[in-house]
Every structure is written in C-alpha cells, then in structure tokens.
C-alpha cells in the first residue's frame, strides 16, 4: 500500500477498523468489600499525601521517612532488613539511600562483622529530621483513626498484625 492509502492495483483501501461491543458481563469485584482493594487504595492515598505533607513541612518524601523511622528504631540495620521490615524491592532503598547518604541524613559503613553487608544509621541531622516529622507523623495517624474508638484502633491494629502474618498465603511465587 502507498502513503496516499491506495493498493497497488490503484483501490482506495479502507481502514479497519475495530467496533468493541460491550464486554460480556463475569464476575466483578465489589471494591466496597473486597480487601486488597481497600488495602492499596488506602495505603496509595496516604502515601501520596504523606509525601506532599512531609516534602513541604521537612523536605523528605514518604519512603525516606518509612526509612529513616526504621533506622530510629534499628541503627545499623542493613539495606536487606529495610527491604524486608518496609517490603521495597532493592533498587528503591538502595536509590533512597543514596540520595539519604548524599544530604547528610544517614551514614552507609561496612558491617564489622560481615565485610558484604553494610552498616546504615542516621547522622545527627537525620536524628534530628527524623524527631520533627515524628509529631507530625503521628498527629496523622490520630487525625486518619479519630473515627475510631480506642477498643476499635486495638482491634483493627490487631487484624491488620494478623492479616500482614498471613501475607506468605499469598506469596507464594509458584501461585
């Protein structure tokens, strides 16, 4: 066919062109009941404003505050826990750090007893960012359960425990 949409035997040649029906209907899910959906929708609506929140009040975004409150917790812990504990893949801790190491936040030094696997703690400064945007962070989350009772939070914090036990259910790679 020529660019001017002729054959070669001089026939202008129609376009095809692809009319969808509706689908036929199957099962659908119901996302006001169907967990996984709630899960992601709100942890994808809470990080996303956690970013905008915590990047314009203390210039970290929502990842270098999930890392930086887990190395509070446990200084010197290597890239390998972060990704276990937080359940990031490699490459996004190991940028994050990075970037962390680069503004002063964290120190990355060989682990003293196993020379592959390094040391990663925070700096004064990261200490110091790290105990400003705790407040914050934790004003959140009575802000996001205050339509809860405490005997709810207790349960739900509960469930949630159980259910992020429960996760090897479901991934399994041979699934």
Request: hydrophobic share 40%.
């Amino acid at each position: 066919m020529s660019k001017n949409g002729k054959s070669k035997a001089g026939r202008t040649t129609a376009k095809a062109k692809s009319v969808a029906g509706p689908a036929k209907t199957g099962q659908l899910l119901d996302l006001e009941r169907y967990v996984p959906a709630f899960v992601t929708f709100i942890a994808n609506k809470l990080s996303r404003s956690a970013t905008a929140f915590y990047q314009k009040r203390f210039g970290v975004n929502v990842t270098e505050w999930r890392i930086m409150s887990l190395l509070a917790i446990e200084p010197g812990i290597p890239a390998s826990r972060i990704c276990n504990v937080i359940g990031f893949d490699k490459g996004p801790v190991s940028r994050t750090l990075a970037m962390l190491r680069e503004r002063g936040l964290i120190t990355i030094d060989a682990d003293r007893q196993d020379g592959r696997s390094h040391s990663i703690a925070l700096t004064a400064k990261g200490r110091a960012t790290h105990d400003a945007v705790i407040g914050a962070a934790l004003e959140r989350e009575r802000k996001l359960l205050s339509c809860l009772d405490e005997r709810e939070r207790e349960v739900l914090i509960d469930l949630l425990r159980r259910i992020h036990g429960n996760l090897g259910a479901v991934n399994d790679p041979s699934e």
